[in-house]
Nanobody, 121 residues
């Protein structure tokens, strides 16, 4: 059974940057696609970015294109989300997903518990 653990969240000012990490154990991450979603309390979990296991294909939600970058280090079984030019509307709990593909929650098999990102002055 896979375990997915996110880290790197925190409080940042508008315009600032954060890098989230997603450590996966129990499976060989290199064989799985992975993605980041985010969720605001009371709202649906929404797709942010995804990357295939080969790293040849990435996908981004329109609202993060040009600001966020998804990457992975298969040797470390770890994925990343570099977030730049953060806006207050980026405030949410960010979740890492592995094993699947698509922009909806039900397309992914493994999930972490999330890490909170708050963008505020």
């Amino acid at each position: 059974q896979a375990q997915v653990v996110e880290s790197g969240g925190g409080l940042v000012q508008p315009g600032g940057s954060l890098r989230l990490s997603c450590e996966v154990s129990g499976i060989t991450l290199s064989a799985f696609n992975m993605a980041w979603f985010r969720q605001v309390l009371g709202k649906e979990r929404e797709f942010v970015a995804g990357i295939t296991w080969t790293t040849t294909t990435t996908d981004y939600a329109d609202f993060v294109k040009g600001r966020f970058t998804i990457s992975r280090d298969n040797a470390k079984n770890t994925g990343y989300l570099q977030m730049n030019s953060l806006k207050p509307e980026d405030t949410a709990a960010y979740f890492c997903a592995a094993g699947g593909w698509g922009t909806t929650r039900n397309k992914w098999m493994y999930w972490g518990q999330g890490t909170q990102v708050t963008v505020s002055s």
